[in-house]
């Protein structure tokens, strides 16, 4: 049977994960390197900026280093600087998903552009700026592989998850989600919008396949991996079982698995057909804290489950203060919950 994360999640520590002062820092994925230490990539953006929409614009993927998985992790480096509206990711990264593969480091992300001056301390930023407008809707998945946790990275000048025109992907790609087989292919899952017209539709789910991570990469069907009219998620991570894949997902309307923005659990036995499981709860903005207090997290997103020895250990997650809702959040950082790995 597929792990139940829910039942095993211990205490978290106060002072783990990763944040930094005067920056909002969001999506966490965690890898052990050569060195044997634990190295987080993740995205930040300065807090003059919107915590909302100032990703779109001005975020880009770091790495820290602890040595636990627990943290607290320390800023080492920035990975991806931006580096020019001509290139396909030149003003943002984000969405960061690190796979060490033999003795390849794989790194998918989201990458946005557009063509209008940088923002500056000082301006406002709405969603209604042409620069989000356009960085919105040129949200593409790419890769990078490097040698080393360390670098240097060999950064795609083109997507590795284009749009399609008239399909359900045909606004905008992005949160990818891959899962490397024994064989060496990939399963992708990722995020997608719909282009309507002049605005965008409902984020659904769909899955590629690639024969290895160099690509190319295919979508494997033309309808999202869930029905629309039933499933709003979005934030998947998938792994492999004994039974096939699983999935955790953020939970849009709290729907599917009873708490809005909590997580559900779908399984597959093959990538392509999903459904959710019996017991569809995987996690909850509650979180339980090593001192005894219980809290409700004004976000709890991007999750991301660090495997050791074929067994989830960790969950990682992009948290906010707050009542809720990116404006009204002070301070993000990234989490990180230990599990119980023994029934």
């Not at 025109?165 to 905008?172: A, C, V």
């Not at 899955?207 to 991996?225: F, H, N, S, T």
Request: with cysteine.
């Amino acid at each position: 049977m597929t792990i139940s994360l829910f039942d095993r999640m211990l205490p978290a520590p106060m002072e783990g994960g990763f944040r930094m002062e005067g920056w909002w820092v969001w999506c966490g994925s965690v890898v052990r390197g050569e060195d044997g230490r634990f190295h987080m990539f993740a995205s930040r953006w300065p807090k003059w900026m919107p915590m909302h929409p100032g990703w779109l614009l001005r975020s880009e993927i770091v790495r820290a280093s602890s040595d636990t998985p627990e943290g607290p992790y320390t800023y080492e480096e920035t990975v991806f600087p931006a580096r020019g509206a001509e290139y396909w990711d030149g003003r943002s990264t984000h969405n960061p998903h690190i796979i060490r593969y033999g003795d390849k480091y794989l790194l998918y992300y989201m990458g946005s552009t557009h063509p209008f001056p940088e923002p500056r301390p000082g301006e406002t930023v709405e969603a209604d700026d042409c620069r989000v407008i356009a960085a919105r809707a040129n949200k593409r998945v790419g890769l990078a592989v490097a040698d080393s946790v360390y670098g240097p990275w060999k950064r795609l000048d083109t997507p590795i998850l284009p749009t399609r025109p008239g399909k359900f992907d045909s606004f905008l790609t992005s949160n990818p989600a891959p899962c490397i087989r024994e064989d060496g292919s990939v399963l992708l899952v990722y995020k997608a919008r719909r282009y309507e017209g002049t605005a965008h539709g409902q984020m659904t789910l769909g899955a590629a396949e690639a024969a290895g991570y160099e690509g190319p990469y295919r979508v494997i069907q033309d309808a999202p991996l869930f029905p629309m009219e039933r499933f709003h998620i979005e934030d998947p991570f998938i792994w492999r079982t004994t039974e096939g894949y699983a999935m955790i997902a953020k939970d849009m309307d709290g729907k599917l698995c009873g708490e809005k923005h909590g997580g559900i659990l779908a399984l597959s036995p093959d990538g392509r057909d999903w459904r959710l499981a019996d017991q569809p709860k995987s996690y909850s903005r509650r979180v339980r804290w090593e001192d005894g207090s219980e809290r409700w997290m004004g976000s709890f997103e991007r999750p991301f489950l660090l495997f050791q020895e074929g067994q989830p250990t960790h969950l990682f997650a992009a948290v906010a203060d707050g009542p809720g809702g990116f404006r009204q959040a002070e301070h993000t950082w990234n989490m990180v919950i230990p599990l119980r790995t023994s029934p």
